[in-house]
């Protein structure tokens, strides 16, 4: 096993580097922020107390992030949780408060859940909460936030649904393209899966696989598909993933990916696209809640 496959699995997703000196050099706090009341919530989070708990205990141990970073987690779990709902006013000031956060660090956050498309800030309207519709889905934080909120089953289906689409073109493409050192890594992320799987190791495991996923999409050469590839990866780190022959530990599981990069290998594009959606192909012991492949939908 190469070096290389050793770092890719060790590699955690960058934690955000927030602004957490600046914001605590210029905090809020609710004694000293200007009309502000300790014993009272302001009126605008009226019913989203306990929520605001709930979100902040799970982000507390959010992967390091810093003041900015939490802030963003927790404004961004409640607005796709529907506890902030569309058109809901965001104020700054009563954000500051009631996370006893910096203005920098409100500014900050807020622009980042602006570039995701969950909030729009207007002169003279203020910042507000946008629509489903307006959000960027393929963000990967708004895929984890929906994986484990009230939309996990939408997203789940809506994921399953994109990668029945892409990768089994992305194996065909992957296999005309002869991009070796790629398929060297895919080889490599499969030997890791094997380890993994004689060791009863699952996390090893389902890194492994999330890289040889968004390895596949970069080795057919095609940049849109390409520009999936941390989208897919992200998406297969939480628990919106389906449940295929990708995340269970079985050696059916390892044999279908080997089989993919043998496939590759050979320059095989017809068997690397069949072998895929095999791969991605609902398991006889799962239930129908469970399958890999989309099912029709009624309109």
Known sequence: MSTLA????????????????????????????????????????????????????RAAGNRGRGLHGQLVQQLG?????????????????????????????????????????????????????RPVSDWNLLDPDIIEWRAFGPQRDDQRRELCELRWTIEPLAARLAAGHGREEL???????????????????????????????????????????????????AALHVSGAPVSGCDRLTEAGVAHHRRIVEAIGEGDAAGAEAAMRQLLTVHPDLDHAEVGVPAPREH
């Open 6 to 57: 050793h770092t890719t699995m060790t590699a955690a997703r960058p934690a955000d580097s927030g602004l957490a000196g600046s914001g605590e050099l210029d905090r809020y706090s609710y004694a000293e922020a200007p009309g502000a009341d300790r014993g009272s919530a302001p009126s605008s989070w009226d019913g989203a107390e306990a929520e605001i708990g709930r979100v902040g205990r």
């Open 77 to 129: 779990q409640m607005i796709v949780s529907g506890d902030l709902g569309a058109d809901r006013p965001l104020v700054p000031e009563e954000i500051g408060q009631r996370f006893e956060v910096s203005r920098t660090v409100v500014r900050e956050s807020l622009r980042v859940l602006e570039a995701k498309g969950l909030v729009s800030a207007r002169p003279n309207v203020g910042t507000r909460v």
């Open 183 to 233: 398929q060297q890594r895919l080889g490599d992320m499969v030997e890791i899966m094997g380890h993994a799987l004689a060791q009863g190791d699952a996390l090893t495991f389902s890194r492994a696989d999330a890289e040889f996923h968004a390895l596949l999409l970069q080795a057919g050469g095609n940049r849109m598909l390409e520009h999936l590839a941390g989208i897919v990866a």
